[in-house]
Structure formats: C-alpha cells, structure tokens
C-alpha cells in the first residue's frame, strides 16, 4: 500500500515538474535597441523646463449641446438601449423584467395565475384602507404611480 501511495505521488510530481518546465520554456523576445550616443556639442534638453508650444491659430472641437427631445423621443428611447434608432423584441421586453420576477414568487420563469392573483390581492388589501373589501376612488388614487419631478435637460449652472 504504501508503495502505491509513494509511486502515485511520485507521478504525481514528475507529472507537476515537467508542467513548470514546459511552460518556462517561453520565447523570449529580442531587447529594445540601445539609445544611440548623444553626439558632442548637441544641445541637451533641460529636464525641468516646461514644454510650450505656439497653439496661435489652433482651435478645438466644438462643444456638445443638449437636445431638446419631445415626450414620445423620450418614451422610444427608454425602450432602445443600444441608441440604433430601432427597438427590438429583446429591449422592448427588458424593461418588463424586474416587474415580472416581482410577479414571479416561485422563480421558475412561469407566471401561473396563482401567482398573479396573490399578488394582485396583496396590492388590493394595501388600497383598502378601511377593509371593507370595497375601494373608494381615495383609496384607488393611493394605487397611482408616484410622479416624480422632471430632471432639468443640462445640468450646468452657467
């Protein structure tokens, strides 16, 4: 028995050396040349000078301006992610996912009707204030999804 358990280990090793060895064998790529000798009486640059440089008749890009964008711009691209102008099926149902794992208790990926009926009578006894299994057009109003003020287009303060 312990000749077997000393032999496995042995393989074992030989089998880890010849890895370590196999992998240490890389090729190893040609240095970076030498820099050249300066030449005598060259100028040597000084190394705590600031470079400068004559911008006079450069300009740069043009700034980005925000874009005034109607309500139905607004809605079409809460539904294109990837901004191509086109809204396919895959993003038009992925911002119904968090909604739908909400739905789904179980978490198999199925909505039976158990499922949203349970959850649909949770939401209905939250309304029902008074629990008169009755909802007055108060407590529906408290059902409405909350408004929440418009961000402003730009967020510069000039």
Not at 51 to 62: E, F, I, L, N, T
Not at 90 to 101: D, G, H, I, K, Y
Request: aromatic share 8%; with cysteine; proline share 6%.
């Amino acid at each position: 028995m312990n000749r077997m358990v000393l032999g496995a280990f042995g393989a074992l090793l030989l089998v880890a050396i010849g890895v370590f060895w196999w992998q240490g064998r890389a090729v190893e790529s040609p240095a970076a040349p030498l820099p050249e000798a300066e030449e005598a009486g060259a100028a040597r640059p000084d190394a705590d000078a600031i470079p400068a440089a004559d911008v006079g008749g450069m300009q740069g890009p043009a700034l980005p301006t925000a874009v005034e964008m109607t309500r139905e711009q607004e809605r079409f691209f809460r539904y294109d992610r990837n901004r191509d102008l086109e809204i396919t099926r895959n993003e038009m149902l992925s911002t119904r996912v968090a909604a739908f794992r909400k739905l789904d208790k179980d978490g198999n990926n199925l909505l039976t009707f158990e499922e949203w009926a349970v959850t649909t009578v949770d939401r209905f006894e939250k309304m029902d204030a008074d629990h008169n299994q009755r909802l007055t057009p108060a407590e529906f109003a408290t059902s409405a999804p909350k408004r929440t003020a418009r961000k402003p287009a730009s967020k510069c303060s000039c």
